[in-house]
């Protein structure tokens, strides 16, 4: 596609509940990127992945969060029994490559709302 | 943790003036990037920086960066009220230049 895509745009779900969010990058971008954003406050990394593979996960608060990429272009970050506290925007970003740089390309991002 | 810090938080001037944010780190860099977020949308890239520059020019844009004090300053000059919107930079890490790691960002206002 064009640009990034990250579907959905919202998300309101309850405490306890799972929820997916998915990312569609640049096409031919291998590095993709997940942030977190609270209101006001910078995007927070959460995982990296190049190609298939996670290349580094630290950012990922807790074992309730985890990210897919299965065949290297869509990638899922799923949350599992979601807190009122993950509330947030989540943020994907791509480039073309890891290693040498270069801008990263955002999605609008999916805010995400835990009643 | 954050790479990066931003200064001021945040920031009013009035149309047509310069506006200038600063941005420190911690550890060495490979690159140095700022980035523009209107309000409820994603991050646009702006600039990049590397770290062997010391200055760097995009239209009203003037970056600098000064590696021996690990900081960058971002200057819009002749600033517009559609400049309105929050700034962040961001580093690639020279141990880990996978990892972009972004500041808190300052918040600027160009009243009209």
């Known amino acids: 596609g064009a640009g990034v895509s990250q579907t959905p745009s919202n998300k309101v779900t309850e405490k306890g509940k799972y929820v997916e969010l998915r990312c569609d990058p640049i096409?031919?971008?291998?590095?993709l990127y997940w942030y977190r954003q609270s209101l006001g406050q910078g995007p927070e990394f959460l995982i990296y992945?190049?190609?298939?593979?996670?290349?580094?996960d630290s950012g990922l608060p807790n074992d309730r969060f985890f990210a897919v990429r299965p065949e290297g272009s869509v990638s899922t970050l799923k949350i599992q029994r979601t807190e009122r506290g993950d509330s947030a925007v989540y943020l994907c970003?791509?480039?073309?490559?890891?290693?040498?740089?270069?801008?990263?390309?955002f999605g609008e991002g999916s805010r995400l709302t835990v009643l | 943790s954050q790479q990066g810090e931003e200064d001021p938080q945040a920031l009013s001037i009035q149309e047509g003036e310069n506006a200038t944010m600063n941005c420190s780190y911690k550890?060495?860099?490979?690159?140095l990037q700022w980035y523009r977020q209107n309000s409820g949308r994603g991050l646009v890239h702006l600039i990049l920086i590397r770290s062997n520059e010391r200055e760097k020019h995009s239209g009203r844009l003037r970056v600098t960066l000064d590696t021996s004090k690990k900081s960058s300053s971002l200057l819009i000059t002749a600033s517009r009220a559609a400049d309105t919107a929050s700034y962040f930079c961001a580093t690639d890490r020279r141990t880990s230049y996978d990892k972009v790691i972004f500041g808190p960002g300052t918040s600027l206002s160009v009243i009209p």
């Open positions: 992945f190049q190609g298939t593979g996670a290349a580094d």
């Open positions: 970003a791509s480039r073309l490559a890891g290693g040498a740089g270069g801008e990263l390309f």
């Open positions: 550890t060495s860099i490979n690159n």
């Open positions: 096409s031919g971008h291998t590095a």
